[in-house]
Structure formats: C-alpha cells, structure tokens
C-alpha cells in the first residue's frame, strides 16, 4: 500500500469516534447560518481534544485517552439512498489528484526505473469518507448516539420553553417505533442544553439570567452558555480571520453547497426538510430498514439493474462527477465561512467542546460502561443454567430457533435490543471509543463466543473483527495481531452475510495493520479478495494499493504491480474516474515499455489515448495512439484497422482546434527515405510503329554498378576527345537519376521547364490497407534573379506559387495491408533559382468502414458499413536522407561522422536544348557480319539550339553513319539490284577472277593516327540542330562477330550553342539489345609462292588460301550463303587473281557446308606504297558475281577500318625480354618479321532467306586479318580451350634461361629457295654411263638486312631409309658455299647433278644455313615446307 499521512494507530482512532447528536432550534439555526455554516458544521473543525482526558474504567483505574475527537452531527430522519453514498464517494475520489507538478519516487528494482507517486491522497479520502459514511446498523454501536446537544438561541422568546420542545421532540425520534433512524446506543440519551448568544446583536443580560435559570433547571454540568458572532459580517473585509471549515466541507458533502444556495434551511422534524440536508453524517444508510433491520432488501453497492441513474454505477452522475464537484469548489471558494467569527469566538467554541466532553459526554460514558459492567459481573455469577433460563426469558422476542445449516446460510440469529450478549457488546464498543483496548479486546472475546454457539454469525463478524482491531491497539502489544480473526469476520461479511460494506471496512482496516508489520505480501493478497463486480471505484482503489504492496516489498514485484495497476486502471475507467485510470496506465506503461510486450504495450497506448482523449489532452492521445501505429505491431487486421480508425478521429479533432497551424507529422506509412530517388527530365517516349525512342535514363530501369562505370567511362572519353585529350578538372559526370548509389554530395543540376520526379518509397506496416489522397511534394523555393541576386522570398507550400514551380497531385494511392510501393511525384520548375524538396504532404486515411473490436466500440464521428474513405487527416512526413559515412581523415574513421546527402535540394539553372534521338528500322536480330541500313532521326525538342553532337560506343565497328566524304557514302541503295546497303557497281562478266583495284585512306573513315575511334562526330548539316528542328541520318549497322545476344551502349554528346557556366555539356543514352545467330566462318592461311618471280619480275608473290564454312543451323530461316566477293586490303599487298581450279563461278553454301578458295597475291608497286601516305589502304576486289562491291566506300571500308582499329586495339604478344645481348633481340626481331605480312580479307555474302514465305536477301561481310606467313587466321574469335589441371608442385623451379631463338617457322622465312631444273632429263645411259643434269638454286633473301648464307651440298644421312627417298644421286663440283646476300637480293647459283640410272629424284637435298652478318649465332633455315623438287630421268 501507499504511504499515509496518518499511522494506523491514529487512523483507527480517529475513525471511531463518539457520535453526538444536535438538535436546534429555528432561531439558533439562523445564528449559525450567518456563517454559511450548520451548528454541526460550526463545531466541526474544533471537534478533536487539545488535552489529554482522565477517567476510571470499573476496576477504578485511571485510564487516560489522547487526541480524543467526538464527531457532532444533525439528527437526520431519513436514511440516505446508496446512489447518494456512491456518488459521493465517487466524487471524494475525482476531486482528489495527484498535486500538479509533484515530484514522483523513483524506485529502482533490478533494471527498472519507475516514477511512482508515494502517496494515495485519493484512496484516503475515500477511506476517511467511507467509514465516516458507515450505516448504522443494529449489530454493532460504535457509531450509534451517545448524546444530544439540544441548541436554542437566547434571542428567543422562551427559551426554556424551547428546550423543553426540543427534549420532547428528541425522545420521540428516539423512542416512537416511526422512527428507525437514526441509532441510539442506550435508551437514556444524555442529553446536554446549548444556548447560543449573538454577541453583536443579543442582549447579554438576557443570555446570562436564561443561563442560570438552565443552571437551576439542568444542572451545570448537563449546560452551557455559547456566544458566537462577535463581529457583523461586513467587517469581513478589513481583517483576515483564518477559515478552519473549508476543509471539512468540501470533502465531505457535495450537497451542502445547494442547500447553503437555497438561504438558510432549518431543521425541524418534518422528514421532507431532514432529508434535504444531505450532510456527512447522514450519508450512511445504504439499506432500507424494514421490520428486520439486518435483512438487506438489496445489496447496498451492487451494480442495480433499475433504471434509476443514481443507483446505476455508470450512471451519468459518474460522468458529471468531476466537473459537478469542479463548480462545487468554484462555488465555495466564493463563500467565506465564519464570517461572523472572531478568534474569541473561535477560542469559545474549543471550550464549549472540552466542557462538554469533560463535564458531560465522558462521565456519561464512565457511568454506563460502569452500569454494564455490573450487569455483565452479575451475569457471569449466574450458573450456566439459570443464565440460559434468563437468556430464554430476556429473549423473548427472538426469532424462532432455526436448524444450524439453515442459520449459517442466512446471517444468523437478530438479537432484540436488551439482549444481554448485546450488553456486552455495547459495553467492549464504549471501552473502544474511550481507547480502553484491553477491557475492549475481553468483552468483543467474549462476545464472540456467545454469538459463534447462537451461530449470530453477524454479531460475530463484528466481534471478531473488532478483537482483532483491540489486540492490535492494546498499548505494549501484550498479543500478536490475530490476522485470522479478520479473514473470518471478512468471509462472514461476504460470504454468509452478504454485507460487501462491512467487509470492506474490515479490509481497509486489516490491510492498513498488516501493512505496519510489512507485511505486504498478505496486504496485497487481501486487498485482491475484496476486488468484485458489485463496485469499480472500490475494486480499482484495492486493486491500485494492492499494486503499491507489490510495489514496497523487500524485492519489489515490478511486473506484478504492473499488471494490478492495469487491471487498477480498468476498473477506475469504468467507475468513470478518467483521470485516475489514465494515471495508472501511465504509471504502468513504465514496466511494459521496451521489453518486447508489444500485445500489452498495445493495449495500455490504446486505454492511455482512450482516457486522453476523454479527458481533452490530445497531444497525449496522438502520441499514444501513434505508438501503437508505428511499433511493428502483431495485433490482428481487425484491430489494428480499429486502432487506426481511433488514431484519425483523435487527430482530426486535434488538427480542427488549430486549423491554421502547421501540419502534423503523420506516423503511416513507413517511408524509407534512403530509398528515395530523384530523376530529372521528361518521362521516355513509347515506341511508335518503327520509330524507337532511346532508351536513355529512366526510374524504372534497376541500378547496376557496371553499367553505371561504363556510362562514366563513355562520357569521360567524349570529354576528353572535345577537350584535346584532357578531361578537364571539374568535370562531374551526368547524373539524370540519383539514389542511394549515386553520388549526392553536390547540389544536382536541374533545367528549368524540365520535370523533376521523386520517387517516394512507401511501406504500410498495417495488415490494413492505407489510403493516401492529394498526396503531393512539399517544397521550399529561392527564387534567383537572372543577374543572379537571391529573393529571399522562401515559398512554402504548393498553393502558394504554381508560377514558380508547379506541383504534381495524386489524387488517390492505395497502399495494401504490409505492402512496400512507391509513388512517383512531379515538380515543374518555371523559374531559376534553388529548390528544397522537403517532404511529402497527404491525407491519411482508410478504406475499411468502422467495426467494433475487441466489444471496443467506435469512436463517434465513424462511418460504419461504407467501404469508402471513412476519415482522413492532412499531414505531412518530412524526408530526410542521411549521407554516407565519412571515412577518410583519421578524425572521421575514429568518430561517426555523415556527410551531406543533397539529392533532395536541386539547383534550377537556366534553358538547355534537349535532345531526343530515335531510332527507324532498328533490327533486333542480325546474322553474325550481318549489314543491315537503319536510320537514326535527332529531334532538338528545347528552345535552345544545340551543337557538337558526338555518339560514343565501346563496340564502334557495330555501327558506322559513312565516311567523310559524300563520294565514299551511297545515298540511296535503289541502284542495287537487291536495294544493297553497298555501293555497288554492275561488272563485265568476261573480267573474272582478276583483282579489280582501288584505294581508300582510313583518315577518311574517322580512323586516323593517334585518333579514337570510339568517338565519332555524328555528321549533322550545319553542325547545329535548331529548336524544334529534326534530321534523319542514315546508320549502317554490322551484326558483331559473336553469336548471342549483345547489349551495345551508345552515348550522345551534345553542347548549348550559347556557353552555359553551369552545365556545359548533356547526354543522352541508348542500350541497343542485338541477338545474333552464326552465319559463316572463315579461315585463311598465307603462304610464299615457290615461283620466284611475277611478271614485273620481282620476288615476292603469295598464295592465300580461305576456307569459307556455313556454320548457320539455319534457325534464321537461312536457305542458302552466297560467297559474291572476296577483297584483300593492305598497305603493301593486294589479291592479284583467283587461283581456283573449279570452273564454279557461283560460290554457293547450303549448311554446314565449307568452300575453299585460293588467291595470288603480289606486292603493291614500289612506287604506291612511297608516295601514298602510310594510312593508305589498296583495296583489291574479286568478284564471283557480276555485280562489283566497292569495298573501299562505305559501309565496307567502315566495318573493315572499325574492326581493323579494333584488332590494333587488342594486346599483342610481346616476345619476353632477357637480360642477354640486345643484339640478339635485333637480329630476332628481323628474322621474326621476315616471316610477317600485313594482309586483311573481307568476304562478301548474301544469304538467301524465307521469312513469312517471302524469300529475302541478306548481306553481310567477314574479316580476316593476317600477321604471319603460316599461320591460320579466323574471322571470329577462337574460343580458348581451358588448360588442363596441373598437380601443384610445391618446390621452387630452378631459374634457367631459355637462350632466345626464333622459331623454325621464322628461320624458314629468312632465305626463300628455289630450284630451277627441267622436269624430265631424257640421257642414253648405254652411251654414256653418267648423267649430269645442269640445276639452278636461287637464293632470295627476304629480310632486309644482310646475311651470310652457307650452302651445303652433302647428304645428311647414309641410311637405307633416306636412299630410298632420295634415290642415289651425288652433287658435283663444290660441296659447299659461302655468300652474302645484300637486303632481298636474289643470288643464283649453277650446280651439276649426277645420275647413274634411270628413276625419280628428289633434288630438295640442298641444305641452306643463314645468318644475319653481325651476328655470330648461325640458324639453319630449314626446307620442310616447301614442295619436293622431282625429276624424272629416261633412258633413250
């Protein structure tokens, strides 16, 4: 429990208290009402003794009583209804709170900190007025009359003759059988005669003659003489005299206001009158007294079914209590009590009660305990057999004996009022009152046996409860407070009796003394017995104090006092007490909050919102009801739609008492502000029939890292080519959509008259659908001058300026139960300056009609059954981004630190030009060197002009807009047979297989020295593209070389023609998606020529050899390949004629099908090569159709230069580098390129294809480019075959040096040979036994340094195997020679071979070593390559 002001050794006291009864007069009444105050109500602030009290109990001991109180009352006729009872406790209880602004205990237990209040003024104040209120009943008399003051004034006519009236009328409400009420404790009352003298107005001398002759008539001791109202009441206001009542009066009778309001009422014996004085004392008999005055017609505080309002426990006057008690206090604060007073007066007052407490009440009191003890000694002398024969004749007017059973299940015997266990009882209750316990404790011991054997289980409980009280009192404690005396009385009171009041008492009195022996535990469990349906008000007081017992053990039960201030909670909001239920919750929440009780947490947030809401405190009802909203919450649809119906209705009535104030922040939905993200520009175009819009930057395309750094790598590469080859410093790369990923640490760039679009991700919780509606972005705006100064004009809302920026509205966004979506908001920027997007505005609210959950009804204002837009408040979410984590100095790394995060704050800046690119008869699907024309249209759609307009790949031989000269670009393909995207010339079909010649510089084509070919100026007229203007460029596409499907990103530069500070460039980008399918595969090898001479008669022919393969599975619908040209292009050489032996002209491949070709190539003349610039390219073209391509325009030399920059592009294969001689290296690297050749072949096709039963015709062409005399090339890229696993070795290889020597297909290169001999020797053999063959060797060296050449003619082998293969022939003359062979001169020598018979030979035998003349190392060249030198020699 609580702490108290009071202990329990003066609550008990002070609780019971001699009662005394008053009877005035008219005309005294009037006196006392001068003061706004009955005469009971005069004395009441003086009632309590300033002095100690002696008197003899009956062994003639002194006993002394302290702090003695007596309790005066106006005799009141009518018992008091129990609605009347209950609302004043109800209203004790509202008017009393906790003290604005107290400071709260903070108790610590385990990891708990709670704010509680200490102290229950509100449960003391309804005890206090609870047992002051008690009935009184027929079982016990602590609160029966003991004496009555009879009071009449001296300014009456005959006084005397009113007191006697008074004496009379006093005797016959004690003694006529009309009246039942009031109590009396003995039949012969003392009664003590007050005569009140106004001393302002009275005559003194009157008063003091009337007096004596009262002194004469009653004895000194049985009156008194009191003079009051020294002063007239309009002296008020020049002293403050002290107001000792206001206190009394305001707790303890709410009605009393109405009366004093009525003028003054005077008590007489009309029960009409009585009853309208609704005073303390009168409040207490909540039964109806009927001819048994202890059988309970109903039970005084149950719940009644009756209609009657004041009975009704949640009747309205439970409601109104507050502000009824609130206008009462208003009311009396207006009223100054005993106005008429002095302190004299209120000195007399204070005597007149000790007189009559000293001189009158206590020697009554000492004489009757003394009568009734002489009558209990008597009894106790009789036998036990004559006292049971008294027993039965006292009684004669008892009950009828009743079986034990049926007496226990009603509440036992009624005694009549002189029974002689009665006696007793009188007598240990006056012994009670006079603090004398221990006389007490015996007589209510003894009591209680007699009632337990006549089974009066009533009178029982009371004894029994009243000897647990003197044992506890009895001063040393000679006893242990027998606990179990009260549970009984409390069972009896219950559960036999019915009697909850006296059960209450019982528990409110035992709980206070358990818990002065702290014992807490078997207080709380107490106070949780009497919780019941009958009352809420008493239920929630014991259940808060049962609380507080959890609360003050030696280890605080925390969750335990929790849960009873909950269930505390509950029952006080349903006594009506808001305030005090509110209170608990708050209180308790303490506990709950944070642990993970979310269902509990819920609940408390949803009651604590609930009772704010009832009481007016709004802001605590939001922030509750938010609560609930925002935790992730695990209740079920239905009542978390409840909880957000409540939310709303609570927040609109908020938002109505400030409608001009700012808007609220809404909790729904979820809004995950990182993901935000912003695009700056217009929405893309759809695609319209054949036209395709770039696909450039949009919110719907996912972020990829990737893709992201090769856009970057794109633009810095186009910067760099405008900017000479430097990429200036404060270059920032375009950002047209900024998220989490994208770098926001600058203020972003947007373009006036240009959208602005916010992605906003939202995320309802809820399993109950949101409905957002004229949701909109909040926006703060700086406008600028165009010179650049600042209005400082900050526009706020949408509303305000439309003409600055205008604002996007969605009129309805549905979110579903615990779904993620976002909503795309646009701005409309038409001014410069900077923008602050601050937030989203909306109205929140849902779509489900109202139900009731949980028997939690709506809250009034619902729409229920409607499946529409029940209830919606306007509010706003700010969005607030953070930035990233800074992690750079060693400040940063050490603390956290963010840094700014501005995608949210955009900088307008002035007109661009924007353009839009599309793209006519883009393919998706192209053959592998597939070449296909499409066209590209740029529309400038700004109102500014736009130039320097660049397209930027990272594949540039996909695509080609044609050379640089008009001559080299066909402009419209209708001279072609098949409308061919070639330049095309029609042949004679007489000129086959010769070369037919031309020549192209690559400068032409964008591919220069030192230039990037990834860039290239797209070739607008004019170079400028005017607003609004549009222009349509035709655009050569290759199918790339790889089968698959390709993603091909190009990026468009383009400037303002007028320079712009801020932004100096734009982009636009495009992915272009191409699936290609396998067409033809093409290998070709180079090989020298074994016929030394061509017809100029320079050495240096070659024969190319190209194996062409259909590799398509026809999946295109391919029928047919058709090989129609085969080019060379070269700075050197070029195809001189087809070599092919077959007389197909036609080169035709069905699938899987493979050709093989074989052409003569030569050395361009000496003279081309020097006077044409080292990029000039001969192009020599071979037609197998009769239709010449002219390979040198565009798009051939295109495609072929784009793919040729290409190959230069890859890595080559750099020979490793030792630390040896560096003349080695030399003579390596001349050895190695006497064996390279720069040849490039590009085949020409057409494929026949069926599509849709149209047969169609592609083209295409094929690249291969050849580096080495030997060595196989291919048009498309070999796949690598993985290597093989090795097992891991795990020593360290020793480190050899490989020496350096070329390989043997570079030494065959160095020195070509070639044998000159006549092919069939015809020799008579019979003439002559010898043959000598004349035989020329021609040496021809191909390097261009000098070399040492020896000539060996011997056999290398004697084996039979090698004189099979050679035959058996000598050279003669010279076995061996030495030369030197200057630069690619061709040296010939004359040998002489010698035959014995006839036969085939092989002359080849010849073996050549070289060297390069600076060099010591001798390499053999080695003859395995070339074709066997076969002569036939008959005999004639």
Not at 197 to 217: F, L, N, P, T, W
Not at 1161 to 1167: L, Q
Request: proline share 5%; net charge negative; aromatic share 8%.
């Amino acid at each position: 429990m609580a702490q108290c002001v009071q202990s329990v050794q003066e609550l008990i006291p002070d609780s019971f208290v001699p009662c005394v009864a008053a009877l005035c007069s008219d005309e005294a009444e009037r006196l006392t009402r001068l003061n706004h105050l009955s005469f009971a109500e005069l004395l009441k602030p003086f009632s309590r003794l300033t002095s100690e009290v002696h008197m003899r109990d009956p062994n003639n001991q002194l006993h002394i009583i302290k702090n003695l109180k007596i309790a005066v009352s106006n005799i009141i006729t009518q018992p008091p209804q129990p609605g009347a009872i209950r609302k004043l406790l109800n209203d004790v209880v509202s008017g009393s709170q906790p003290a604005e602004g107290l400071v709260a205990n903070v108790i610590t237990a385990g990891d708990y900190d709670l704010n509680i209040s200490a102290t229950t003024p509100w449960f003391e104040s309804y005890r206090e007025t609870f047992l002051q209120s008690m009935p009184a009943s027929d079982h016990e008399f602590l609160n029966h009359y003991l004496a009555c003051m009879l009071v009449a004034s001296s300014s009456e006519a005959e006084p005397v003759e009113q007191f006697s009236k008074l004496s009379q009328e006093q005797h016959r409400i004690q003694h006529n059988s009309d009246y039942s009420y009031p109590k009396w404790f003995i039949p012969n009352t003392l009664k003590y005669y007050v005569l009140l003298h106004d001393v302002s107005a009275g005559d003194e001398q009157r008063a003091e003659s009337i007096y004596e002759e009262m002194k004469q008539k009653y004895g000194t001791q049985g009156c008194y003489l009191l003079k009051i109202n020294s002063r007239t009441s309009n002296r008020a206001s020049d002293e403050q005299i002290p107001d000792p009542w206001s206190q009394y009066l305001q707790k303890n009778s709410i009605q009393n206001q109405e009366s004093y309001e009525d003028g003054p009422c005077t008590i007489t014996s009309n029960k009409n009158s009585d009853s309208n004085l609704l005073s303390l004392d009168g409040l207490d008999n909540e039964v109806k007294v009927d001819g048994l005055p202890n059988n309970f017609r109903a039970h005084p505080l149950q719940l009644d079914s009756s209609s009657d309002a004041s009975n009704s426990i949640d009747g309205p006057d439970h409601v109104k209590s507050a502000s009824s008690l609130h206008e009462t206090k208003k009311a009396n604060t207006g009223i100054i009590h005993g106005a008429c007073l002095t302190l004299t007066d209120h000195d007399r007052i204070r005597q007149f009660i000790q007189e009559f407490t000293f001189r009158g009440l206590l020697p009554h009191i000492e004489k009757t305990i003394r009568q009734l003890n002489d009558q209990l000694i008597s009894r106790k002398g009789l036998s036990r057999s004559l006292f049971s024969a008294t027993k039965k004749w006292f009684s004669g007017s008892k009950v009828p004996e009743k079986s034990i059973n049926e007496l226990k299940n009603t509440s036992g015997l009624l005694y009549p009022p002189e029974a002689p266990e009665l006696q007793i009882r009188k007598m240990a209750d006056l012994c009670f009152l006079v603090q004398h316990y221990e006389l007490a404790y015996s007589c209510y011991h003894t009591a209680k046996k007699d009632f337990l054997n006549d089974q009066a289980m009533l009178y029982a409980a009371g004894a029994l409860e009243m000897a647990a009280v003197s044992a506890f009192l009895q001063p040393g404690a000679p006893r242990p407070y027998p606990a179990h005396y009260m549970d009984t009385a409390i069972q009896t009171y219950r559960d036999i009796c019915k009697n909850m009041v006296l059960a209450e008492r019982c528990v409110l009195l035992s709980a206070e003394i358990l818990k002065s022996q702290s014992k807490y535990s078997e207080a709380a469990a107490l106070l949780i017995r009497l919780t019941s349906e009958d009352s809420d008000l008493r239920s929630a007081l014991l259940l808060e104090q049962a609380a507080h017992c959890f609360i003050n053990m030696k280890s605080p039960m925390v969750r335990k006092y929790a849960f009873h201030m909950i269930l505390a909670g509950h029952r006080f909001s349903k006594a009506g007490q808001k305030k005090h239920a509110l209170r608990c919750y708050c209180q308790a929440m303490q506990v709950y909050k944070g642990k993970g009780w979310s269902l509990a947490e819920d609940h408390i947030n949803f009651t604590i919102g609930r009772q704010s809401y009832t009481l007016r405190q709004l802001d605590n009802a939001v922030s509750a009801f938010r609560h609930i909203l925002i935790n992730e919450s695990k209740q079920s649809a239905a009542q978390q739609g409840a909880f957000l119906r409540e939310y709303l209705y609570v927040y609109k009535n908020v938002s109505q008492l400030s409608p001009d104030g700012p808007l609220p922040q809404l909790p729904l939905p979820y809004i995950n502000s990182s993901a935000t993200r912003v695009f700056f520009g217009h929405d893309r175009r759809p695609a319209d029939g054949e036209k395709q819009a770039a696909t450039h930057v949009s919110l719907d395309q996912e972020y990829d890292s990737d893709s992201s750094q090769q856009w970057r790598e794109l633009e810095e590469q186009v910067v760099a080519v405008v900017h000479r080859g430097v990429v200036p410093s404060n270059f920032h790369p375009t950002q047209y959509c900024l998220n989490s990923y994208s770098d926001n640490s600058r203020f972003p760039l947007a373009v006036v008259e240009e959208p602005i679009t916010v992605e906003v991700a939202f995320r309802n919780p809820l399993k109950v659908p949101l409905l957002l509606t004229d949701l909109s972005l909040l926006w703060k705006f700086q406008p600028k001058d165009i010179s650049g100064k600042d209005n400082e004009e900050v526009k706020e809302l949408v509303t305000d300026e439309p003409e600055m920026i205008g604002t996007e509205v969605i009129s309805e966004f549905l979110i579903n139960s615990e779904e993620s979506k976002v909503a795309r908001l646009k701005l409309f920027p038409h001014h410069i300056g900077e923008l602050h997007i601050l937030g989203v505005v909306y109205n929140l609210g849902t779509i489900q009609g109202c139900m009731t959950v949980d028997g939690i009804g709506s809250l009034p204002g619902c729409h229920t059954g409607k499946l529409s837009l029940s209830m919606s408040v306007r509010g706003r979410q700010d969005l607030e981004i953070q930035g990233p984590r800074l992690n750079n100095t060693k400040e940063e790394k050490t603390s956290i630190k963010y840094g700014p995060d501005r995608r949210l704050d955009p900088i307008i800046t002035e007109e661009m030009p924007l353009l839009e690119v599309f793209f006519i008869h883009f393919p998706t699907g192209l053959l592998c060197g597939e070449i296909r024309k499409a066209y590209v249209e740029f529309v400038n759609v700004s109102k500014s002009p736009l130039t320097g307009l660049k397209v930027v790949s990272k594949h540039p031989e996909f695509f080609t807009f044609g050379g640089n000269t008009a001559v080299l670009t066909p402009l419209s393909p209708s001279a072609s047979e098949n409308c061919s995207a070639y330049k095309t010339v029609v042949t004679d079909s007489t000129a086959v297989c010769t070369a037919l010649v031309s020549s192209a510089s690559s400068v032409d084509f964008g591919i220069g020295i030192g230039s990037q070919p990834e860039v290239i100026p797209v070739p607008l007229p004019d170079t400028v593209l005017l607003p609004g203007a549009s222009v349509q460029l035709p655009m050569w596409l290759r199918g790339p070389d790889e089968e698959g499907v390709h993603e091909i990103n190009f990026l468009f530069y383009y400037e303002s023609v007028k320079k712009q500070p801020k932004i100096r460039h734009r982009i636009l980008r495009h992915t272009a998606v191409i699936c290609t399918s396998r067409s033809l595969n093409v290998r070709a090898t180079v090989c020298r020529s074994n016929s030394l001479e061509d017809e100029e008669g320079r050495g240096g022919n070659m024969l190319v050899f190209v194996d062409v393969e259909n590799t398509n599975t026809s999946e295109a619908g391919v029928k047919e390949f058709h090989i129609v040209q085969v080019s060379s292009s070269s700075k050197h050489w070029k195809f001189q004629k087809s070599v092919n032996l077959s007389e197909n002209k036609d080169a035709k491949l069905a699938s899987r099908e493979k050709g093989k070709f074989c052409f003569k190539a030569i050395r361009c003349k000496e003279k081309e090569v020097a006077t044409q610039s080292s990029e000039k390219y001969t192009f020599a073209d071979i037609i197998f159709g009769n239709e010449q391509i002219v390979s040198s325009a565009s798009p051939c030399a295109d495609f072929f230069y784009r793919s040729l920059s290409s190959e230069l592009k890859k890595p080559q294969a750099q020979p490793s580098v030792h630390t040896e001689k560096q003349s080695v290296e030399d003579a390596v690297r001349l050895i190695q390129r006497c064996s390279e050749v720069d040849l490039n072949i590009v085949v020409l096709w057409k494929a026949y294809v069926v599509e849709d039963s149209k047969q169609l015709i592609l083209e295409g062409q094929h690249h291969v480019i050849l580096r080495t005399i030997g060595k196989e090339a291919f048009s498309c890229p070999q796949k690598q075959e993985p290597p093989e696993m090795e097992l891991l070795k795990f020593f360290r290889p020793e480190n050899t040096t490989v020496p350096l020597r070329p390989s043997v297909e570079q030494l065959s290169n160095l020195i070509k040979t070639s044998l000159h001999y006549p092919e069939s020797f015809n020799h008579p053999f019979h003439q002559k036994s010898l043959c000598l063959v004349p035989v020329t060797l021609l040496l021809s060296n191909c390097s261009k340094a000098d070399v040492d050449v020896i000539v060996d003619l011997r056999h290398k082998t004697t084996s039979p195997e090698a004189l099979e293969i050679h035959g058996s022939f000598t050279w003669l003359g010279q076995t061996q020679y030495k030369l030197q062979l200057k630069s690619q001169e061709i040296h010939s020598l004359q040998l002489k071979a010698c035959f014995v018979h006839t036969g085939v030979y092989n002359l080849g035998t010849p073996r050549v070593f070289a060297k390069l003349s600076d060099q010591v190392t001798v390499f053999e060249t080695s003859q395995q390559n070339s074709m066997p030198a076969l002569i036939i020699i008959n005999n004639v």
